[in-house]
């Protein structure tokens, strides 16, 4: 079996971040479905177009959304999301991620958890890769979930 598509994390659950997803994936930017994110360089290079992005917010995955394309946009980062104060030092989420489609999922985090034997107090606290691996292992599981 091969890999049709790799999943991808990200997190939602606080208020500023909340508020962000809805104001510039759900409504979207002049008819565009945008999400900046932080991440390792390894990761931002892993994502590919028709790739899944997994919205997590207390305990659930409450979005799916198709990765369209992938850009990097400092400037376009600060009109719309500012930026994060971290030791002194100012980021942006200027790795941006346009959405094709997005869809409300209401799908319970634990399932993703037990497919990839992490522990019962895991969640999603920042944007990350499943693993490919157990992705292929538990193919018709995440096929039946309709992300």
């Given at each position: ?72 946009d400092k400037e376009l980062s600060k ?21 094709s489609k997005v869809k409300n999922t ?35 599981k995440i096929e039946k979930l309709d992300?």
């Amino acid at each position: 079996m091969t890999l049709e598509h790799q999943i991808f994390f990200a997190p939602i659950s606080d208020l500023s971040l909340n508020g962000n997803f809805n104001k510039t994936v759900i409504i979207g930017i002049n008819d565009k479905k945008l999400w900046g994110i932080i991440c390792a360089e390894k990761t931002w290079k892993n994502i590919q177009v028709n790739d899944k992005v997994l919205f997590y917010h207390k305990g659930k995955i409450l979005y799916s959304a198709h990765v369209k394309r992938k850009f990097e946009d400092k400037e376009l980062s600060k009109e719309l999301w500012g930026y994060k104060e971290k030791n002194g030092s100012r980021l942006y989420w200027e790795k941006i991620i346009e959405f094709s489609k997005v869809k409300n999922t209401e799908i319970d985090y634990d399932i993703f958890k037990e497919m990839a034997d992490y522990k019962k107090s895991a969640s999603v606290r920042f944007f990350f890769q499943f693993s490919n691996t157990v992705i292929l292992e538990n193919a018709s599981k995440i096929e039946k979930l309709d992300l």
